[in-house]
């Protein structure tokens, strides 16, 4: 089993938003696991980055997960320039599959309208 909330007490970390958005799956008799979302939280471990999920949101055609990041400068910029986090990358388009970062010093992350659930 994968843990989900991984915490430190690091001072020197900075902290980030990360939204991922995951589409309702078609209706089955059984379980399944959300295979995008294990990936995600193994990529955040790979490059040793802390992560908590603060919240779900549901909506009409999926949820929205908000995740907590906490690591170094170093260690971010790193997860940034990972081929696989350029998988997930903003576009101009802005789709609703792919994931945004927001850091402690951007306006957008002392915006509390930003993040109302």
């Not at 989900?4 to 690091?10: C, E, G, H, M, Y």
């Not at 908590?52 to 997860?79: D, Q, R």
Request: hydrophobic content about 35%; overall charge negative; some cysteine.
């Amino acid at each position: 089993m994968f843990l989900f909330n991984k915490k430190s007490n690091d001072q020197d970390k900075i902290t980030e938003l990360f939204t991922y958005f995951i589409p309702n799956p078609p209706i089955r008799s059984k379980g399944y696991r959300e295979k995008e979302l294990d990936l995600i939280a193994n990529l955040f471990s790979t490059y040793k980055v802390d992560f908590e999920i603060k919240s779900t949101v549901n909506c009409e055609t999926g949820f929205w997960t908000l995740f907590v990041l906490k690591a170094p400068s170093a260690k971010l910029k790193e997860l940034r320039n990972s081929a696989e986090y350029q998988e997930h990358k903003l576009s101009s388009s802005q789709e609703e599959d792919e994931i945004e970062l927001i850091s402690e010093g951007d306006n957008e992350f002392s915006n509390l309208e930003n993040f109302k659930l």
